[in-house]
């Protein structure tokens, strides 16, 4: 996965953890689509856009909760026991009256008494610089120098009057006759920035994030961390950072954004989650709607998104969508009016999982999946980053907008229809236009392309489901010309008549007379010869598999191996299998 992928995986995630409990799909999809998770995509191409108002947005919470805690801090009362004078002591309990009692150097003899001059007492002092209250102070500093950086790098960019006259810039400042013929050219006022540019607004955010830190600065619990200072590669979550609200978020903000070790799941973990919520986005983009009574999805503090099923309805379709243990995502397609159901898997891999295909490329791994799928499964997809022609493969890239559009493809073809006649297309292919049809309870299966479909009534017409159309990997390579038998026109014979005469009776022959395979076949009913005619291009249209023509038959061999023998059996037409008995 290239480095670009990958950085917007990370940003994606810290954002879905940041989404954290309960949310419904419909919201995640509209965060995504706004742009709320660090980055959006430019329609007129494939680039990344990022979005800074979202970082500008996190950092500005972020400043608000280390603002609430300098206000109200968590603290440690210091008890030191001193010795007072007994005329200004104010704090003592027994165990001070106890030591005073015993000391006696603070002991005076006074007027014939003897009194205590001096007493045992003890001073509270709030110590500020608790291990939280540090690493508060630590986090203030990285965002004033990440704020301090960001500002830059935006100001850098700002529109300035020299650009508007010359868009390279080259020079430092314009004759001032060079700024008037300007306005006068555009014959208004020149707009270098407004307060709706988003540019802005991020600049003015961040301006006042860095404000209230630097106002922060100047208290008393700042300067007491800071001359103790802190150490952050031996960060430990104590019971203040993970129990109180704003400690809690400061924490899991320097863990999610900060710290070296922030991402605690893995990459394919993050792709996993980034292709759940993109599917989501392309089930909704593709004209569905969330169901009314679809449940929310949980996200943990890791991204993982947990839920039982979210469904969504379309016309005569609706689309649930579950994740099994092992990762893959499972799409049941309903066709409401006859009730008929499609089970599709995606297998999510990133690139990360390559060792998965055991040395094989990403087509054929996928034909491999799909080959090798249990009954019940209409079709099995891979999903991955790595680009493919295979109709099997969707590409999924991060750092493509093409992501998204190749999802939303998907579900448009797992929920294609075509209208149709019943009666025509039970035996007829809809896609091919072959005879080879064969029913799978149902549904309708073509032996030739491959295609499985389903037929039902709604609303006085026939409509067709194209389950599963042909896979271009699966295609096989035709034959450029097509094998045709005709029967050949009727040529008059001259015959030699023989008189019976010539010959004794019991000494004449019987005539039998044997016809070859070609010959039989120029006899045969014309059912006979269209039906030859497509069973032999049916079997040539695999690769390795060539005929040869005998005088008892017609032979299909797999190289050498003898596959197919199509021949005649008195006047029906015959074809034999090498199969094993056993089986």
Same mark, same amino acid.
């Given at each position: 996965?290239?480095?670009?992928?990958?950085?917007?995986?990370?940003? +994606?995630?810290?954002?879905?953890?940041?989404?954290?409990?309960?949310?419904?799909?419909?919201?995640?999809?509209?965060?995504? &689509?706004?742009? $709320?998770?660090?980055?959006?995509?430019?329609?007129?191409?494939?680039?990344?856009?990022? *979005?800074?108002?979202?970082?500008?947005?996190?950092?500005?919470?972020?400043?608000?909760?280390?603002?609430?805690?300098? *206000?109200?801090?968590?603290?440690?009362?210091?008890?030191?026991?001193?010795?007072?004078?007994?005329?200004?002591?104010?704090?003592?309990?027994?165990?001070?009256?106890?030591?005073?009692?015993?000391?006696?150097?603070?002991?005076?003899?006074?007027?014939?008494?003897?009194?205590?001059?001096?007493?045992?007492?003890?001073?509270?002092?709030?110590?500020?610089a608790i291990y939280e209250n540090r690493f508060v102070t630590y986090l203030l500093d990285y965002l004033l120098d990440a704020i301090s950086k960001k500002l830059?790098?935006?100001?850098?960019?700002?529109?300035?009057? &020299?650009?508007?006259?010359?868009?390279?810039?080259?020079?430092?400042?314009?004759?001032?006759?060079?700024?008037?013929?300007?306005?006068?050219?555009?014959?208004?006022?020149?707009?270098?920035?407004?307060?709706?540019?988003?540019?802005?607004?991020? @600049?003015?955010?961040?301006?006042?994030?860095?404000?209230?830190?630097?106002?922060?600065?100047?208290?008393?619990?700042?300067?007491?961390?800071k001359k103790v200072g802190f150490n952050v590669k031996n960060l430990k979550p104590t019971n203040i950072l993970l129990k109180d609200a704003d400690y809690n978020?400061?924490?899991?903000? +320097?863990?999610?954004?900060?710290?070296? $070790?922030?991402?605690?799941?893995?990459?394919?973990?993050?792709?996993?989650?980034?292709?759940?919520?993109?599917?989501?986005?392309?089930?909704?983009?593709?004209? +569905?709607?969330?169901?009314?009574?679809?449940?929310?999805?949980?996200?943990?503090?890791?991204?993982?998104?947990?839920?039982?099923?979210?469904?969504?309805?379309?016309?005569?379709?609706?689309?649930?969508?579950?994740?099994?243990?092992?990762?893959?995502?499972?799409?049941?397609?309903?066709?409401?009016?006859?009730?008929?159901?499609?089970?599709?898997?995606?297998?999510?891999?990133?690139?990360?999982?390559?060792?998965?295909? *055991?040395?094989?490329?990403?087509? &054929?791994?996928?034909?491999?999946?799909?080959? *090798?799928?249990?009954?019940? @499964?209409?079709?099995?997809?891979?999903?991955?980053?790595?680009?493919?022609?295979?109709?099997?493969?969707?590409?999924?890239?991060?750092?493509?907008?093409?992501?998204?559009?190749?999802?939303?493809?998907?579900? $448009?073809?797992?929920?294609?229809?075509?209208?149709? =006649?019943?009666?025509?297309?039970?035996?007829?292919?809809?896609?091919?236009?072959?005879?080879?049809?064969?029913?799978?309870?149902?549904?309708?299966?073509?032996? &030739?392309?491959?295609?499985?479909?389903?037929? +039902?009534?709604?609303?006085?017409?026939?409509?067709?489901?194209? $389950?599963?159309?042909?896979?271009?990997?699966?295609?096989?390579?035709?034959?450029?010309?097509?094998?045709?038998?005709?029967?050949?026109?009727?040529?008059?014979?001259?015959?030699?008549?023989?008189?019976?005469?010539? =010959?004794?009776?019991?000494?004449?022959?019987?005539?039998? =007379?044997?016809?070859?395979?070609?010959?039989?076949?120029?006899?045969?009913?014309?059912?006979?010869?269209?039906?030859?005619?497509?069973?032999?291009?049916?079997?040539?249209?695999?690769?390795?598999?060539?005929?040869?023509?005998?005088?008892?038959?017609?032979?299909?061999?797999?190289?050498?191996?003898?596959? =197919?023998? @199509?021949?005649?059996?008195?006047?029906?037409?015959?074809?034999?299998?090498?199969l094993n008995p056993n089986d």
């Amino acid at each position: 996965m290239e480095n670009s992928s990958i950085e917007i995986l990370k940003l +994606f995630t810290r954002k879905l953890v940041n989404c954290r409990y309960k949310i419904s799909a419909v919201k995640l999809a509209k965060y995504l &689509n706004e742009g $709320k998770f660090g980055y959006t995509f430019d329609e007129t191409g494939d680039n990344i856009i990022t *979005n800074d108002s979202v970082f500008a947005d996190d950092v500005a919470l972020v400043v608000d909760r280390i603002r609430a805690i300098y *206000n109200e801090p968590h603290i440690s009362l210091r008890k030191d026991e001193i010795v007072q004078n007994v005329s200004v002591a104010s704090k003592f309990d027994n165990r001070s009256i106890e030591a005073t009692y015993k000391d006696e150097k603070l002991w005076r003899v006074r007027l014939g008494e003897v009194a205590p001059e001096f007493i045992h007492t003890y001073v509270h002092e709030d110590n500020l610089a608790i291990y939280e209250n540090r690493f508060v102070t630590y986090l203030l500093d990285y965002l004033l120098d990440a704020i301090s950086k960001k500002l830059r790098a935006l100001c850098g960019d700002i529109q300035t009057f &020299n650009l508007k006259i010359d868009e390279n810039g080259n020079e430092i400042a314009y004759p001032s006759d060079a700024y008037l013929r300007y306005t006068e050219k555009v014959e208004e006022i020149p707009v270098l920035a407004t307060l709706d540019d988003p540019e802005t607004n991020v @600049i003015s955010s961040l301006l006042r994030s860095r404000s209230i830190l630097n106002s922060l600065r100047t208290y008393e619990i700042y300067k007491a961390c800071k001359k103790v200072g802190f150490n952050v590669k031996n960060l430990k979550p104590t019971n203040i950072l993970l129990k109180d609200a704003d400690y809690n978020y400061c924490y899991k903000f +320097f863990i999610a954004y900060l710290h070296d $070790k922030r991402f605690i799941t893995t990459q394919s973990k993050m792709y996993q989650g980034f292709v759940l919520v993109n599917t989501v986005s392309a089930i909704l983009d593709a004209g +569905f709607t969330a169901d009314k009574d679809a449940q929310d999805i949980l996200i943990n503090d890791v991204a993982e998104l947990r839920f039982d099923k979210l469904v969504f309805n379309k016309g005569v379709f609706t689309i649930c969508v579950s994740m099994r243990k092992d990762g893959i995502m499972v799409i049941d397609v309903i066709e409401n009016p006859d009730n008929s159901t499609a089970r599709y898997f995606f297998k999510i891999m990133s690139s990360s999982l390559t060792e998965e295909m *055991n040395g094989m490329t990403v087509s &054929n791994y996928a034909k491999y999946l799909d080959d *090798n799928r249990a009954d019940g @499964i209409t079709r099995i997809f891979l999903v991955t980053d790595v680009a493919s022609n295979s109709d099997n493969v969707i590409y999924v890239a991060p750092d493509k907008l093409s992501a998204r559009k190749n999802l939303q493809s998907t579900i $448009k073809t797992i929920t294609m229809l075509v209208q149709g =006649v019943s009666f025509i297309h039970t035996k007829y292919c809809p896609v091919c236009g072959t005879q080879l049809i064969a029913p799978d309870g149902r549904d309708y299966v073509c032996t &030739n392309c491959k295609t499985t479909y389903h037929i +039902f009534h709604y609303e006085f017409h026939d409509y067709i489901w194209l $389950k599963r159309l042909p896979n271009i990997v699966e295609k096989r390579a035709r034959t450029t010309e097509r094998f045709a038998f005709e029967r050949p026109e009727p040529v008059a014979v001259a015959t030699e008549t023989v008189a019976a005469t010539e =010959v004794p009776e019991e000494k004449q022959l019987r005539r039998v =007379v044997t016809k070859s395979f070609e010959g039989k076949l120029r006899q045969a009913k014309k059912e006979q010869i269209e039906f030859y005619n497509e069973l032999k291009n049916y079997l040539l249209s695999f690769k390795r598999v060539n005929s040869r023509l005998s005088w008892s038959c017609d032979s299909f061999n797999i190289g050498r191996e003898k596959a =197919v023998k @199509i021949g005649f059996r008195g006047q029906t037409m015959v074809a034999y299998l090498a199969l094993n008995p056993n089986d």
